[in-house]
């Protein structure tokens, strides 16, 4: 198998310090979370941002913050989030992706996403992809149901994103695709040949599906967006003691970890 690429997804929109103490939330804490993740074996930061209360942003300057700290203590990948937060216009989402990072995300559908929706209508989806092109970021197409990697493969058949293209696979948030090991099994198998996944198991599927991952030949991603707990009742130190985990279990199981370098030629990034 090839190395595995380990995404830290250190801070995301939902999660609080209520939720777990030590959550980074200043730009400065964000960028020491990811040195401290690069240490541990991730190659890649899924980067959300907040502003100076506490709450969820996707101001260009509030990421461009985190970016330039990020980028002088490490050299990991940055995938910014045009995610956001449910309720976030459009607008306000795609604002990261003019910064012209290595990759940014890529919703490709609405889903139910706990009381609220994460809408994605057809047209947003074309205009993000647009914008990706245009400041040359690659995509990681993040899918929280099946239907999605269809929607990806219309954008392929329009010219607006081309093969093969990486995948994000979000299983267990509330309203999208629960988190098993027959629906990861289905969505890897739904995938067009030759494309990269990486999974991402919500709260307590985190660890299970992350070594699903790990033999299946995919990816892997955690962090505090997506789980707080080390194990059951014990919150996790920090986002580094999740992906030293994923490292440790990998090599165990004989595959190697990616350094940035190496994920960047085994993702066809320029």
Partial sequence: MEKLIITAALTGAETTRQDNPSLPLTPAEIAQAAMEAEKSGA???HLHVRDEAGRPTQDRGAFAKAINLIRAQSDMIIQVSTGGAAGMTPQERIQP???GT??????????????????????????F????????????????????????M???HKGLLRLPLHFGLVLGVPGGIPATPKNLLHLVESL??????????????????????????GH???????????????????NA???????????????ETATPSQARGILGLK
């Fill in 154 to 156: 219309t954008l392929v």
């Fill in 241 to 255: 003691q999740l992906v030293a985990r994923i490292s440790r279990l990998a090599s165990e199981l004989g595959r």
């Fill in 192 to 217: 067009p040949p030759g494309c990269s996944w990486s999974v991402a198991g919500i709260g307590r599927h985190e660890l299970p599906l992350g070594v699903m991952g790990i033999i299946m030949g």
């Fill in 129 to 152: 992809a647009h914008a990706m092109a245009q400041y040359g970021v690659t995509p990681e197409i993040e899918v929280f149901d099946v239907g999605m990697i269809n929607n990806a």
């Fill in 102 to 127: 290595e990759m940014a995300s890529l919703t490709a559908g609405s889903v139910n996403f706990g009381d609220g929706t994460f809408v994605n209508s057809p047209r947003d989806i074309e205009n």
């Fill in 220 to 238: 892997v991603r955690v962090g505090f967006e997506d789980n707080v707990y080390y194990r059951k009742g014990m919150l996790a130190s920090s």
């Fill in 43 to 45: 190659a890649i930061i």
């Fill in 97 to 99: 992706v003019t910064l």
